[in-house]
């Protein structure tokens, strides 16, 4: 069974960095590229950031760039989510993805059950 | 970006009933459409892949239609515990957009 666990999240003043981590088990971690992906509360889903299998690509919504890094310790089934210079609006709840990419299209076949982060004085 | 519009926002259903929720795409993307249901508190699961495509596990009363810039997604002698918000997902393009979601209530 796919199962996919973030930790991390909490409380955080603005400009503080935080780190996601999402562990990942039952499915062959390095054969799958990974996302995070965002919701803040009484809002929609919101696409973050993703990594290739091998960790050698990685690609980030305009609004993160610079201030997110995503990575990954495949030996670890890990996956890793580095938030600096945090923000008020980065406020959301933060899902794991196992991210497909199917034919050239892309989608989130599993999702972990979320881990919240706050930004607030 | 390639911004996904849902329609309606909300819908209210009879248990029984046969309902269509509508997403409508910005800009052609072929058949980059996937769906999503969000029970509340709850994560999002893969309902439909590539418009129209099943996914194992999800019952077959969830259907997904279209191409292009207009799609539906169908669902059938809706149930009680179909109760969520669902949301389309495009792929067409970076970023990768979700659409704001119709909440599903049941009467």
């Known amino acids: 069974e796919v199962q996919l666990v973030e930790s991390g999240g909490g409380l955080v003043q603005p400009g503080r960095s935080m780190k996601l981590t999402c562990g990942a088990s039952g499915f062959t971690f390095s054969n799958y590229h990974m996302a995070w992906v965002r919701q803040a509360p009484t809002k929609g889903l919101e696409w973050v950031a993703s990594?290739?299998?091998?960790?050698?690509?990685?690609y980030y919504r305009d609004s993160v760039k610079g201030r997110f890094t995503i990575s990954r310790d495949n030996a670890k089934s890990t996956l890793y989510l580095e938030m600096d210079s945090l923000r008020p609006e980065d406020t959301a709840t933060y899902y794991c993805?196992?991210?497909?990419?199917?034919?050239?299209?892309?989608?989130?076949?599993?999702w972990g059950q979320g881990v919240m982060v706050t930004v607030s004085s | 970006d390639i911004v996904l519009t849902q329609s309606p926002a909300t819908l209210s259903v009879t248990p029984g009933e046969s309902v269509s929720l509508s997403c409508r795409a910005s800009?052609?993307?072929?058949?980059?459409i996937h769906w999503y249901q969000q029970k509340s508190n709850g994560s999002p699961r893969l309902l439909i892949k590539h418009a129209s495509q099943s996914i194992s596990g999800i019952p077959s009363r969830f259907s997904g239609s279209g191409s292009r810039t207009d799609f539906t997604l169908s669902i059938s002698r809706v149930e009680s515990e179909d109760l969520s918000v669902y949301y389309c997902?495009?792929?067409?393009?970076?970023?990768?957009?979700f659409g704001s979601g119709t909440k599903l209530e049941i009467k």
């Open positions: 800009q052609g993307i072929s058949t980059g």
């Open positions: 990594i290739s299998n091998g960790g050698d690509n990685t």
């Open positions: 997902q495009q792929s067409f393009s970076m970023p990768l957009t």
């Open positions: 993805a196992r991210h497909i990419v199917d034919y050239g299209y892309n989608y989130f076949d599993y």
